[in-house]
């Protein structure tokens, strides 16, 4: 079974984030969460004050202080409504003689809900920076009520987010990317391998991805691990090379790792740079070689079990060697029917 998040885990996450410098230990994803909502906190607060400050000139105090905060929320609302609305637009085909749009639709759609969960959560920073303004500013009783209201409400969005930071920057993917940005073409047969990779139904689903040089084989397996990170799934990327070291390591000693999980008790795995593929051909570690790497240059049980339990990228390169790859697979463990290839 997958590991999940502990409270102990959150609770040490933010004490890093908390305490230490920037210059020191470098920003983590979910230190960059929290400075970018008090960013939209601040967002609503300072341009509201600076309202007030013109209302102020013309119109009473009371008057200024009861309506900045209002306009500025508004103001943030329609820009975050066009923000919303602009890639859903931009990449859709419509033949609306009043809105015509026309470009290139997306390899895969993103997760629109997702989207909007997010946008409603950045909308509610903004409101209570610019409500509390208005709670300072002595406006009424109904900036009091809707800053507990909006602090209320953001209970659950903060708890969320944190935690799905914290599940994206624990696999420690070479970059961010979502499958959405993903923009290479794609066959329908490949789409719908995709899909089936990312059904919780197929937990110990292992998909080959072949490709030439800058084919976006790396950016797709990262995409897709990146939809299941935010589901809250446990994820490791790693290389070939480096796992092949850490196959000689017994559970207990990775278990040691300062991190909540390994690639023994993940949900999700990527072995990347398996094969480089075209312009180089030459397999650079064999399916032979790297099954003498499971079982340790023996027969490892325990290795083989771990690594076919979990559900796993292999991003190849060359597909010539296709045939030993999947038979590798099928030695330590696999079912037929839960191996699935990619070309691109």
Known sequence: MSKILKAKDVFAQIKADLIGKDSYRGVTLTYTWLANQFGHFSLGFIPSFILYLILSQCHTNAYSISHA???IWGGWVAFETYNFLGPLLLKSHSKSKLLYVKSNPYTFQPAWGNILFDTLTDLSFFGLGAMFLGFLGKGGETYEIV?????ILLLYPSCYWYLTKMYLQIPQYPYQLRLAQWDFPMDDADKKTVADFLNPANSKMHLFVFGAENSGKTSLSVGLATELSIRHEAAVYTTAMKLSSDFFYSAGQIGSDPTPWTWRDASVLIIDDINPGKPITTPMVSA??????IDTYATNPENRKALASRKTIWVLGSS????SWRKMLLTIGVAENDIAEIYL
């Open 69 to 71: 905060p209002w306009y």
């Open 147 to 151: 800053c507990v209201g909006l602090a």
């Open 320 to 323: 010539s060697e296709k045939e």
């Open 288 to 293: 032979e070689a790297f099954l003498s790497f």
